[in-house]
């Protein structure tokens, strides 16, 4: 069996099902002109994957950027968005 890569998840010892785990991860789409720039995204985010923006969208507010390093999927932002501008979606990737 393959030895895991070093990094920060590599396994006291290699799990007999390490080549089936995936990792869940997430994918966020913000749609920045229906955003009004609350924060509530941001504020909840447990993963501070996201961030004020600099630019302002149409309304004159400053969206939210998504950073995908750390996003697990779990929604939050999604579920706390008032204005319905934030879609997250989970997609699994392979661990290695
Ligand atoms: S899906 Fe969860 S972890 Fe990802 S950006 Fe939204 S609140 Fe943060
Ligand atoms: S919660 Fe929605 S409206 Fe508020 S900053 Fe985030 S994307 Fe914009």
Redesign the pocket.
């Known amino acids: 069996m393959d030895e895991p890569k070093k990094n920060s998840e590599t396994f006291w010892r290699t799990p007999l099902d390490y080549k089936e785990i995936k990792k869940r991860k997430?994918e966020?789409t913000i749609i920045e002109d229906l955003c009004k720039g609350c924060g509530f995204?941001i504020e909840?985010?447990?993963?501070e994957?996201?961030e004020r923006s600099d630019k302002l969208n149409s309304k004159g507010y400053h969206p939210p950027v998504?950073n995908p390093e750390?996003?697990?999927?779990?929604?939050?932002?999604?579920r706390v968005c008032p204005e319905f501008a934030?879609i997250?979606e989970k997609i699994e990737v392979e661990v290695k």
């Open positions: 997430g966020v995204c909840f985010c447990p993963t994957s996201l998504f750390n996003c697990t999927g779990c929604g939050f932002c999604e934030i997250a």
